[in-house]
């Protein structure tokens, strides 16, 4: 029952007015978001009753929710931004001022430009691997028929929502100078002396990849299970190969799927906190370790400049492939 | 020789069948690879995470009781989780059941805004939080800095767009007629709902609660900006911890939060099929 309202949102995603939404960097917090925004619900027409009944049932109804996020999420936002203005003097914190010094700093000095990119290079390529590691398991989730599906759909489910920091320790333990990988590589003769893979750009790429893995793969699932099988037949029996039935039929219909969770594992990347301070020790810096450190240096207005920075950047580069994504397949 | 063709094709298919599965399964491993690591370190003898390990022990468990850091930071997870969530369902299942009854102008922004927490990504959420609570603090003269009230009012934000959605997509499919039946028969509107109603969503809103439960629970990025200090959630004593050094306690530590949380999962799994509303 609660399946019927969310399957088969993506068809819906491409007519919706706005690009794919934007999700959250934390953790299970974004799940399923990629999903699309629900297109209005179904609802029949109001009863008699309740268009007398009025909006003040509905305000009532509605009403707490409403302001508890826009004062405890739009107004922060705001104040975020004013603080981003002020300005930072050492010994007296933060200065109130309207300036915009501190986003000049942070697009004029190379060690934060180069911050900066990292992320999004790190991002990026994560989600390039995401969409070619994942396609093949959603498809085998979304066209099983078994039993299992369940068990294999939780199995996805639950490293996601374990949370940041367990998965980067168990990745820690692989990858340690002691680890299993380093056994393995010793014991079959292909290195002398244990390589060293913590604290790199490659452990944090590994890190990250699986930990956007499962969102990328349960968004394409719900794709690829909103379109009929019969279709991929129809290619099949017309004499295609499964390559050529891949690229030409089941990759344009999955697209407003595929781009959606692109733009989520860009997304989840680019906000990535846990995994590049673990596997990327203190010299690796992406841009969520780099918010945190100002704002524990007290650097206030530096860290929320960086912060929103972050925050446009990603919103920004999803609303643009939301966008033109419309653009090309309008239907 | 067309039969030929249709062999051929067929094996293309097979071949292709195969190779997709393989595939599918390296995904999966990679997926589960850290949980199976980490649950294997937690069983090791020795306290160095070296392979092999020199035996199998269970003291790493017994050692989590006497670890204060660890055993308070699950308790005020587990509060924070269980508060946040009837919080969440108290305003999150009436505003789910308004964006499902009513139309009214706004009614699609009004939607999108309560889901919006989700896609503040999580230090952007936190810094936010953390000025506004500055803010806060400077207006009222109340410690609300570090407080477990910010910390709640954080995690409240974060969970009620999962009751919004789970309820909502709960109520898409549903009968009215059977609202209108009760109250033809002389039910009031609260009767109505609770005997109706309720029911009809109790899959919707159980799986809400669990997933408001377990985002609270896990939440790192934004919580980090939001405890005060010496205190800790769960998840940020875990990270802590592990920017200082991996041994097989922590190890311990994350299978708990592991088995917590597949837990959780399993029982939702038996009102509403996981595969369903992921």
């Not at chain 2, 802590?240 to 837990?263: F, R």
Request: proline share 6%.
């Amino acid at each position: 029952m609660v399946g019927q309202g969310v399957q088969g949102l993506n068809r819906g995603e491409l007519t919706s007015p706005a690009p794919a939404p934007v999700p959250a960097g934390a953790g299970a917090g974004a799940l399923g978001l990629a999903r699309g925004r629900r297109k209005a619900a179904r609802a029949p027409a109001p009863t008699l009753d309740e268009r007398g009944g009025s909006g003040i049932a509905a305000a009532a109804l509605i009403g707490p929710a409403t302001f508890i996020i826009l004062a405890g999420l739009l107004v922060p936002i705001a104040i975020l931004f004013r603080y981003s203005l002020n300005k930072f003097v050492p010994r007296l914190m933060m200065v109130e001022a309207v300036t915009i010094e501190n986003y000049v700093k942070f697009f004029s000095d190379a060690y934060y430009l180069g911050v900066f990119f990292t992320t999004v290079k790190v991002a990026l390529f994560c989600t390039v691997v995401c969409l070619v590691l994942g396609f093949p398991l959603a498809y085998v989730l979304a066209r099983t028929r078994t039993r299992f599906k369940n068990v294999l759909v939780m199995l996805v489910v639950l490293p996601l929502f374990v949370g940041n920091a367990v998965r980067a320790a168990g990745w820690m333990t692989l990858l340690g100078s002691k680890g299993v990988v380093n056994f393995a590589l010793i014991g079959f003769g292909f290195v002398e002396a244990p390589v060293e893979m913590m604290f790199t750009e490659g452990a944090v790429i590994v890190g990250i990849i699986a930990v956007n893995l499962p969102f990328m793969v349960l968004t394409l699932q719900s794709v690829i299970e909103s379109i009929d099988r019969s279709v991929e037949e129809a290619a099949f029996s017309l004499g295609a190969d499964p390559w050529q039935m891949f690229r030409r039929v089941l990759w344009p219909l999955a697209l407003p799927g595929i781009a959606a969770g692109v733009i989520l594992t860009f997304i989840l990347g680019m906000n990535a906190y846990a995994t590049p301070v673990l596997l990327g020790g203190p010299e690796f810096k992406m841009m969520a370790p780099l918010v945190y450190g100002q704002m524990q240096l007290g650097n206030w207005p530096f860290g929320a400049a960086v912060s929103f920075v972050l925050m446009v950047t990603t919103l920004v580069l999803t609303a643009t492939a939301g966008y033109r994504l419309q653009k090309r397949y309008r239907r | 020789m067309s039969s030929g063709l249709a062999a051929l094709r067929l094996d293309a298919r097979t071949v292709g069948s195969w190779t997709l599965k393989a595939a599918a399964g390296l995904t999966l491993c990679y997926i589960l690879l850290p949980l199976v690591s980490i649950t294997w370190l937690s069983f090791y003898r020795q306290e160095i995470p070296s392979f092999p390990p020199e035996g199998y022990s269970l003291r790493w468990y017994a050692s989590i009781v006497g670890n204060a850091r660890f055993v308070d930071g699950l308790l005020l997870s587990l509060q924070l989780g269980v508060a946040a969530t009837a919080l969440g369902l108290a305003v999150g299942v009436p505003a789910a059941l308004c964006l499902a009854r009513f139309r009214f102008p706004g009614r699609e922004a009004l939607n999108n805004l309560l889901l919006m927490p989700l896609m503040v990504p999580g230090v952007v959420l936190g810094t936010a939080l953390y000025c506004f609570h500055v803010e806060a603090e400077i207006a009222t003269g109340l410690p609300i800095i570090g407080s477990t009230i910010g910390l709640l009012s954080g995690h409240l934000l974060i969970v009620i767009p999962w009751v919004v959605r789970l309820v909502l997509a709960s109520l898409a499919g549903f009968d009215r007629t059977l609202e209108e039946a009760a109250q033809n028969l002389g039910a009031n509107r609260w009767t109505t709902f609770r005997r109706i109603t309720l029911p009809m969503i109790l899959p919707g809103v159980v799986a809400g609660a669990l997933f408001a439960f377990v985002a609270s629970f896990g939440n790192l990025e934004m919580s980090l900006f939001l405890v005060g200090p010496g205190r800790t959630t769960l998840p940020i004593a875990i990270l802590q911890y592990l920017e200082w050094k991996i041994d097989p306690s922590i190890a311990a530590v994350s299978v708990v939060q592991i088995v917590l949380i597949g837990g959780a999962m399993l029982i939702t799994d038996r009102f509403v099929k996981i595969s369903r509303v992921v």
